[in-house]
């Protein structure tokens, strides 16, 4: 089966927006028999997975165990029909990358919560919950 649309999910650090963004996706694309594949990607990976950001999405059934912090070189940028901005301060660097449709999604870095591991964990669940109903609408209107 060849490969339809390929949509990338970026951020900064690629720790936690853009690796939950990309579990739903693929979730989302074999939920509903989407001829998609996914990838994400960070301008300035932190070089690890955001424990918080695994375990809220293992509440959802979702395993991102598995998967690492990657550069924008890691991933095929210029074969990409959609990329999906998901930094939210307007001070982090979110790249553009030509002849994609760019879509931003300005989403509250959850790796800056602060507060106790339980209100840390709020905050990755109300991030993750946003990200989960964007990423299930945009696969159901490929």
């Known amino acids: 089966m060849s490969i339809n649309i390929k949509i990338g999910f970026i951020c900064t650090g690629n720790s936690a927006r853009s690796q939950m963004a990309e579990g739903f996706g693929r979730f989302y694309a074999k939920k509903l028999g989407k001829d998609i594949e996914v990838y994400s990607a960070g301008s300035d ?77 709020q905050v990755f669940r109300e991030i993750r919950d946003k990200i989960e109903e964007k990423v299930k609408n945009m696969i159901a209107g490929i």
């Open 45 to 121: 990976p932190s070089g690890y997975v955001h424990p918080l950001a695994i375990k809220v999405m293992a509440e959802k059934g979702i395993d991102i165990s598995k998967n690492r912090s990657k550069s924008l070189e890691e991933i095929p940028l210029n074969e990409l029909d959609f990329v999906i901005t998901l930094c939210g301060d307007a001070a982090e660097n979110c790249p553009v990358i030509p002849g994609a449709k760019t879509i931003h999604w300005g989403l509250p870095d959850p790796a800056k919560a602060e507060g106790t591991e339980e209100e840390k964990l």
